[in-house]
């Protein structure tokens, strides 16, 4: 179950938060197929000026971060290069698609590996 947490900067994300849960939606599902449409995750934080910092500094206008919680079995297949590698790219389009190419240079993706048996959804663990 792909599950995105999305930090952006207030500024940024409002008024969009509609069309950012869809691109990224689509993002997924243009690397997965249609199947994860229904089972992805997007959440959407947005981050007040003067509450985001880079270098003991405010950061004027920073670029969002994604953490993305993902499998963990997907790092040792064959194609986890290729999987991961289209996840950010797909990703960082959909990102500078809704709130502008300024958020490309620094979007950053990070991949968060869940083990099997370690997720629970409704009062059931999950397992494969």
């Known amino acids: 179950m792909p599950h995105l947490d999305v930090h952006v900067a207030e500024s ?4 969009r938060e509609t069309a950012l ?8 599902v243009s690397v997965y197929g ?7 995750v997007v ?3 947005g981050v007040p000026a003067g ?3 880079v270098g003991g500094r405010i950061a004027e206008a920073p670029s969002p971060t ?3 919680g993902i499998k963990e079995a997907v790092f040792e297949r064959a194609d986890a ?3 991961l590698g289209g996840l950010v790219a ?3 389009d959909a990102l500078a698609e809704v709130l502008g190419e300024h958020v490309r240079a620094g979007a950053t993706v990070e991949f968060d590996g869940v083990a099997d048996g370690r997720t629970g959804v409704g009062g059931v663990l999950v397992t494969s």
Not at 34 to 40: K, M, P, S, V
């Open 21 to 28: 849960i869809e691109k990224l939606t689509g993002a997924i």
């Open 81 to 83: 290069d290729d999987i």
């Open 12 to 15: 940024d994300l409002a008024g």
């Open 34 to 40: 249609e199947w994860a449409r229904n089972i992805a």
């Open 43 to 45: 959440r959407l934080f």
């Open 66 to 68: 994604v953490n993305f």
């Open 51 to 53: 509450r985001w910092g």
């Open 90 to 92: 797909a990703v960082t």
